[in-house]
Every structure is written in structure tokens, then in C-alpha cells.
């Protein structure tokens, strides 16, 4: 191999660091001229408190929630108040049902590891057992912080029997309080959808041998982070966010401001990660050993693609642990793996759009041609068998404002 992210991304969907450099730069250019109006806007925000100092890297966060409860005037406090856990999760199932036909039943008589965690049988549309889904939502001693979807067991074929999956969602979701039951944040009822979807992937396997059953990095995120979307569809809002005294249906006034605010600082976030996705890949693409001093490098692939001042790369060398350790699953050549999977994801939900939300071919589709095949085929051959035809960036561009 001629580098190091030759031989990674010979496995991935990517196939080579030139369409990964591709895709960063389409993303690149609307990114920057986005965040650099972010920075003036900023910047008015900074003179119009009297102030007069030029906006740094540090100033960012602070200064841009002061435009952003200017402009949204959106309260999250009141925003929780409609996303309780039950009623999110509720909402995830009804997806579930709308899009694939299936049917979460909670059982009591399926042994579990800790009291708390929740057992759910899932059955296909016909009434076939698909597996068992445990939801283990909340913070204890002992258990590890984040969120994540695991399997106990997968799905394959043994001796001519089908062996169906055993699927938990982990989360770490703050508990009730009191006569409060658990409120969630926007980010976290997205986070919900978000395992859940990975819970679905493995839900809806029909794969012979288990060794089949991953698919590439840069591919794994689709069914999950699609599932993101219908979250906050208002179609999708008004079955499962109602408050959580009251029973009110979310109202439109607020709705409205929670789909304004979805694109606000995009540019920001945006350029932060793809700046260390170039980053990674410029470390990864150096094809001889050289002796290289980390600063003077990271300086001149920053400068290579025109960095703005007022925003520091999201990890800086020493600290990208994602790229350099083996802990976080080893992302060397592949940081810009989150992002690729956000252009799969807004392109494929584009489809659904386009005919539907619930659109019954289009589910269908997506369910045989992506969430049943594991790795069955390549990655980008599943996708154009769905969507006809490669992923556009077009839709990612326009879901965060980019364009």
C-alpha cells in the first residue's frame, strides 16, 4: 500500500483517500463562508454589549448562545417539558410500526441483568418473532457514561434454524424526580432515535453467517442516524411530544422555533469537524517515514485549506485519540467516517421525503436493500440498489443550512 489510509480504506466505502479528500472539500467551501457570517454575526453581538475586542476561539460558545436566544428566543427548559422518556421511546416505536410493520410488546418473564432495564418481544408485521429489545436507560454505579446499541446475541443461520437477535440500547438519561418523570433534552430524544436505529439494523438482519453481519465504518451509521430525522418531523412530534403535566400536544408556535434553530451555528460545527477529518487524512496519506514536528505540520495542513482564526480544530494532534488510539475504536484514516454516513443519511431520508414519510415501497426498500444485507455486499452497491443511484451532498448541505 502507498500510505496507511490506502490499505484502511480499501475496506471501507470510500475506497481511497481521493474520494475521501473529495468529499471534505465539496463540504468545505460552503462550510467556511457559513461560519465566517456566524463570526459576524458574533462579532455584532460582541459590539453591541459595549465590547470591542476581536472574537477568539474561546469567546465562540459563550457569544454564540447570546445570538442564539436573540434570534430563537427558544427556552430548552420549556422544550423538555414535552419530551418525556416514556413517550419518546413510544415515538421511536411508532416509527418502527409505520415504516417496517413491527410491534414492540414488553415482557416480564425474560430473564435480565438488572432490574431497571425494560424487555420488549418484537414481531414482524405477520406476528414472526424478530428478536428481543432491552432498553437500559438511565445512570447507575458501575455502568459506563454515553450512549451506545449493543448485541447480546445476533442474528444467523445454524443447522437450517434461524437464530433471531438479542438487541440492548444503553443511554444515560437523567431519572425522574420526585412527580416529574424523565425529561429528556432535543439532543437526547435525538439520541434515543438515534440507537434505537442501530437497534433496528441488527432487529432486521436476515443474514446466513454472522461474520457477515458488520458492514464499514463509513456505512454503519446510515440506519441510525436516518432514524434521527423522524424524530423531529412535526409529523412525527405531535404523536409522541406532549407535556408532560397537561398532555398537550406540542404547539406549532414552539415547533416552529425548534426547526429554525436546527440549522443555527451549523457553519461553526461543521468546519470544526472537517478540519480535523483533513487533519487525520493529511497524517494518514505521508507515505514515506520522516521524522515530522506535530506543530509545524498541523500549522501547514490548517493553512493549506485556509482555516478561519476564530475557530480551533475539534482535536488538536497530541490529543486526537480517535486517530492515534486503539481505545475509541481506531480512526486513523476514518475520522471522516461521521460525516460521510451524514451524507448517506440526508440523502436516503431525501427518498422518503420525496414519496413520504412513511411511504410504504420506499420503507420496504430501505429495509431489504440496507438493514436486512449486513455485509453482504458492498456497502455502496446496497445503497444505489435503494436510492438508484451514488449519495448527493446536496441534502446535507441544505438540512444544516449550508447552502
Not at 166 to 179: E, L, S
Request: glycine letters at 6%; aromatic letters at 12%; charged letters at 30%.
Amino acid at each position: 500500500y502507498a500510505t496507511h489510509a490506502d490499505y484502511v480504506l480499501e475496506e471501507r466505502m470510500a475506497k481511497t483517500p481521493a474520494q475521501v479528500y473529495d468529499l471534505l472539500n465539496k463540504l468545505w467551501t460552503p462550510a467556511l463562508k457559513v461560519a465566517r457570517q456566524e463570526a459576524a454575526d458574533i462579532q455584532a453581538m460582541i459590539k453591541s454589549e459595549g465590547q470591542d475586542f476581536k472574537l477568539e476561539p474561546w469567546d465562540w460558545r459563550y457569544y454564540s448562545e447570546k445570538v442564539k436566544k436573540a434570534r430563537y428566543d427558544l427556552d430548552e427548559n420549556q422544550v423538555r417539558e414535552y419530551f418525556t422518556l416514556d413517550n419518546v421511546r413510544q415515538g421511536s416505536f411508532y416509527v418502527a410500526n409505520k415504516l417496517y410493520g413491527l410491534t414492540f410488546e414488553e415482557r416480564t418473564n425474560i430473564p435480565k441483568y438488572h432490574p431497571e432495564v425494560r424487555t420488549f418481544e418484537v414481531k414482524d408485521a405477520d406476528g414472526r418473532h424478530l428478536g428481543v429489545f432491552l432498553a437500559d436507560y438511565h445512570p447507575r454505579a458501575g455502568k459506563r457514561v454515553g450512549a451506545w446499541s449493543s448485541r447480546y446475541r445476533g442474528q444467523y443461520m445454524k443447522d437450517g434454524k434461524e437464530i433471531r437477535p438479542v438487541v440492548v440500547n444503553v443511554c444515560n438519561f437523567t431519572r425522574p424526580a420526585g412527580q416529574q418523570p424523565a425529561l429528556l433534552r432535543l439532543e437526547e430524544a435525538e439520541t434515543l432515535f438515534h440507537e434505537f436505529g442501530h437497534g433496528l439494523h441488527s432487529l432486521l438482519s436476515r443474514i446466513r453467517y454472522k461474520s457477515l453481519a458488520s458492514t464499514p465504518r463509513d456505512f454503519v451509521e446510515l440506519p441510525s442516524q436516518i432514524m434521527e430525522n423522524w424524530a423531529l418531523e412535526p409529523e412525527v412530534l405531535k404523536v409522541y411530544a406532549k407535556h408532560w403535566k397537561t398532555g398537550q400536544v406540542i404547539p406549532d408556535e414552539l415547533l416552529a422555533k425548534i426547526k429554525k434553530a436546527e440549522k443555527f451555528n451549523q457553519g461553526f460545527a461543521t468546519v470544526e469537524y472537517l478540519a480535523a477529518s483533513f487533519l487525520d487524512m493529511d497524517w494518514h496519506v505521508i507515505g514515506e517515514a520522516k521524522e515530522v514536528e506535530p506543530r509545524a505540520f498541523e500549522k501547514a495542513a490548517l493553512d493549506k485549506i485556509h482555516m478561519m482564526p476564530e475557530i480551533i480544530v475539534r482535536y488538536r494532534s497530541p490529543y486526537f485519540q480517535h486517530i492515534f488510539s486503539g481505545g475509541l475504536g481506531g480512526y486513523s484514516a476514518g475520522y471522516y467516517s461521521y460525516i460521510w454516513s451524514e451524507v448517506l443519511d440526508s440523502d436516503a431520508f431525501q427518498a422518503f421525503k420525496e414519496k413520504g414519510l412513511f411511504d410504504p415501497a420506499t420503507a420496504k426498500s430501505f429495509r431489504t436493500n440496507i438493514l436486512e444485507r449486513g455485509g453482504t455486499r458492498e456497502a455502496m452497491d446496497m445503497y444505489k440498489a435503494f436510492r438508484g443511484r451514488e449519495p448527493s451532498v446536496e441534502p446535507l448541505l441544505e438540512k444544516r443550512g449550508l447552502k
